[in-house]
T-cell receptor, first 111, second 112 residues
């Protein structure tokens, strides 16, 4: 089955801890994206990558980091510098100029 | 600055009561406008892609249209199962990079 897999579905983070959210796609798409969604809000862009070993900051990149070492993978690390990380995180991939395919999301909660 | 604005924020309809959702955008060189439906706790589900002014797409009770400044999602005779958040997105190009920008969405509730 082709698609995007995000893991874990639920994640709990302690204060001051870094956590990494996984995003894997087997659709052979060059572009990948990370979005954050707060309750009742739309999607805000954190980071995006058009090709391997290249990525760009989105509108709310502070406190987050990414890597793109493989075409299939685009992990997001939520660092301790992100003061309000509790949110729903969505990963997407897309072929050039076409619609995005989304994963089912990871819900991150600070405990 | 590239921007996508959706209205209304929330809409409550009676079953069978048709209405429209609006998505207005400011982007340098539109290269695609996308509509998605999102259910609570799930990833967005793709509905339509529109590329040029005057284009229209239909699927069951939904019809999407596009002008040079905005897009409308028309819902005809909605049913309770159409209740969801509807998201609009545009592709923007900045410094040679393509990014997908979303609006805040319209939360639709259809009551029997």
């Amino acid at each position: 089955d082709g698609g995007i897999t995000q893991s874990p579905k639920y994640l709990f983070r302690k204060e001051g801890q870094n956590v990494t959210l996984s995003c894997e796609q087997n659709l052979n798409h060059d572009a990948m994206y990370w979005y954050r969604q707060d309750p009742g809000q739309g999607l805000r862009l954190i980071y995006y990558s058009q090709i391997v070993n290249d990525f760009q900051k989105g509108d709310i990149a502070e406190g987050y980091s990414v890597s793109r070492e493989k075409k299939e993978s685009f992990p997001l690390t939520v660092t301790s510098a992100q003061k309000n990380p509790t949110a729903f995180y969505l990963c997407a991939s897309r072929p050039e100029g076409q619609r995005a395919f989304f994963g089912q999301g990871t819900r991150l909660t600070v405990v | 600055e590239d921007q996508v604005t959706q209205s209304p924020e929330a809409l409550r309809l009676q079953e069978g009561e048709s209405s429209s959702l609006n998505c207005s955008y400011t982007v340098s060189g539109l290269r695609g406008l996308f509509w998605y439906r999102q259910d609570p706790g799930k990833g967005p589900e793709f509905l339509f892609t529109l590329y040029s002014a005057g284009e229209e797409k239909e699927k069951e009770r939904l019809k999407a249209t596009l002008t040079k400044k905005e897009s409308f999602l028309h819902i005809t005779a909605p049913k309770p199962e159409d209740s969801a958040t509807y998201l609009c997105a545009v592709q923007a190009t900045s410094g040679g990079y393509n990014k997908l920008i979303f609006g805040a969405g319209t939360r639709l509730a259809v009551h029997p």
